[in-house]
C-alpha cells in the first residue's frame, strides 16, 4: 500500500514568488492534515481537512496561505506571495479517522526554501 | 495547553552504544495518547509507536524500548546497541482527549547522530 506522498520534494524560489504544494494522502483516509516545521523547531499544525472539508485551519499563518482538497482526495497548498520566513519543511498526514488516538501517517515533506 | 519538551537537541554516540532520548510533557487531560516518530534522511516521518495514558507498562520492540512514567510526565526511548542506521531526528508528540486537542503536539525533535 503506498504511503503519503508529497510534491515536489525541494523548490527554491524567490520572495514575492508563488509556490504550490501536492499531497497525496493512503488511499481511504478521509483525513489530511498540512504540518509545519522551521529548522530546529518544532512541526507545528497548519489546517486539517476531513474529506473536502476544512475541519481546523487555526494553525494557517495567515491569508497568503491556501489550502484545498477538492473531491477530498489530494490537497494542495499555495503560498502566495511567499516571504522569507516562510522557509522550512511542509509536512503532509494522513490518518483514517480524526480521533485524538488515531495515527496519523506522515509523508516526506516539501523542503522549501525562499530567498 | 499542550507542550512537549525534547531537551536534547543532538546526542552523538558510537555505534554498539546505548542512548536514550528523552521526552517530558505537559497537559491538563487524564486521557491522552504519546506517540515517537523517526525522521531519516530520506525525510519522512516514520510511526515508532503509540501509547495512551492509562498504560504505563514498558514496551520493548527489538533494540528500542520505552518508558513511560506519569509520575515524572515522561515518555523516554531508549536504543541499544545502537547502529548507523539508527542516526535520525526523532521526534515526541502528544494529543489529548476530546475536549482537548486531537491534533498532536511535537517536541523539536532530538537529532541522533551514531558513528561507526
Known amino acids: 500500500e503506498a504511503g503519503v506522498t508529497q510534491f515536489p520534494s525541494h523548490s527554491v524560489i524567490e520572495k514575492g514568488q508563488t509556490v504550490t504544494l501536492r499531497c497525496d494522502p493512503i488511499?481511504?483516509?478521509?483525513?489530511l492534515y498540512w504540518y509545519r516545521r522551521v529548522m530546529g523547531k518544532e512541526i507545528k499544525f497548519l489546517l486539517h481537512f476531513v474529506k473536502e472539508s476544512k475541519q481546523d485551519e487555526s494553525g494557517m499563518p495567515n491569508n497568503r496561505f491556501l489550502a484545498e482538497r477538492t473531491g477530498g482526495t489530494y490537497s494542495t497548498l499555495k503560498v502566495q506571495p511567499a516571504e522569507l520566513e516562510d522557509s522550512g519543511v511542509y509536512f503532509c498526514a494522513s490518518s483514517q479517522d480524526m480521533y485524538f488516538q488515531e495515527t496519523q501517517y506522515f509523508g516526506p515533506g516539501t523542503r522549501l526554501l525562499v530567498l | 495547553a499542550q507542550k512537549v519538551t525534547q531537551a536534547q537537541t543532538e546526542i552523538s554516540v558510537v555505534e554498539k552504544e546505548d542512548v536514550t532520548l528523552d521526552c517530558v510533557y505537559e497537559t491538563r487531560d487524564t486521557t491522552y495518547y504519546l506517540f515517537w516518530y523517526k525522521q531519516p534522511p530520506s525525510g519522512e516521518l516514520v510511526f515508532l509507536i503509540r501509547?495512551?495514558?492509562?498504560?504505563?507498562q514498558n514496551e520493548i520492540s527489538g533494540r528500542y524500548s520505552w518508558n513511560f512514567q506519569k509520575s515524572t510526565s515522561s515518555f523516554n526511548f531508549t536504543i541499544t546497541a545502537s547502529q548507523v542506521v539508527d542516526s535520525a531526528v526523532y521526534f515526541c508528540?502528544?494529543?489529548?482527549?476530546?475536549?482537548?486537542?486531537?491534533?498532536?503536539?511535537f517536541g523539536r525533535g532530538t537529532s541522533l547522530i551514531v558513528h561507526p
Open positions: 501509547r495512551n495514558s492509562f498504560d504505563e
Open positions: 488511499s481511504g483516509h478521509d483525513n
Open positions: 508528540a502528544l494529543s489529548e482527549a476530546p475536549g482537548g486537542s486531537y491534533i498532536p503536539t
